[in-house]
């Protein structure tokens, strides 16, 4: 019986003195490249995702530090005081920023990155209306900044009238930041000036 457990163990052993070290090792390198690439390609997908949320966060505070809002009441003047509004009558209101928000330009000569006016009534939409700006609080420059205060002043476009109980609608739309929708109805009966809230 000794004899058999002898050989039993003889034939086990037989040549594979240095296999199983050179195996092992072969398999854990290979467990340590695959393993540093996965690192890799998790790292690299953490590093552009972090990435790409923080230019998300920097986009939504650029647009949400770019707004304008309307200081006080909007004034509808019958400058030809026919009883109408037409394109010869003006609509006035003034502008500041909003809290924490970014300068922007009031010139409106310019052709780019300045602030586009939109105007629609029950007749007519139209783009990009002429208007023009009187500062009442400003440091002599085009921008609308911190602490300043500009009243903008809009003729409703030819061919283009309002009547009583019409709504009409200004879009003030900034180069960045949300569009101001500035929308007011007429009173029942036309006055020279009057004050909409």
């Known amino acids: 019986m000794r004899g058999r457990l002898t050989r039993l163990f003889r034939s086990l052993h037989k040549r594979e003195e240095g296999i199983t070290g050179l195996e092992t ?4 390198i290979a467990f340590v490249i695959v393993a540093s690439v996965f690192a890799f390609v998790v790292l690299s997908t953490g590093l552009f995702s972090a990435e790409r949320g923080k230019e998300t966060v920097f986009a939504g505070l650029e647009k949400a530090r770019g707004n304008l809002e309307v200081r006080g009441a ?3 003047t019958d400058v030809d005081t026919n009883g109408t509004i037409d394109d010869s009558d003006d609509i006035q209101f003034n502008v ?3 809290a924490g928000g970014f300068p922007i330009s009031l010139d409106p ?7 586009v006016i939109n105007y629609i009534d029950a007749q007519a939409r139209e783009a990009d209306v002429t ?3 009187t500062w009442i609080l400003d440091d002599s420059d085009d921008l609308l900044e911190v602490g300043e205060l500009a009243e903008i002043t809009v003729n409703p476009p030819a061919g ?3 009547a009583s109980n019409e709504n009409f609608t200004l879009e003030v739309v900034p180069p960045s930041g949300g569009t101001l929708l500035v929308n007011r109805t007429m009173p029942p009966e036309i006055d ?3 004050d909409l809230h």
Request: net charge negative; hydrophobic share 60%.
């Open 192 to 194: 020279d000036v009057m």
């Open 74 to 76: 909007l004034t509808v």
């Open 160 to 162: 283009s009238s309002l």
């Open 131 to 133: 208007y023009s700006v």
């Open 109 to 115: 000569a310019a052709y780019t990155n300045t602030v």
């Open 25 to 28: 090792a072969i398999i854990l």
């Open 96 to 98: 500041g920023l909003a």
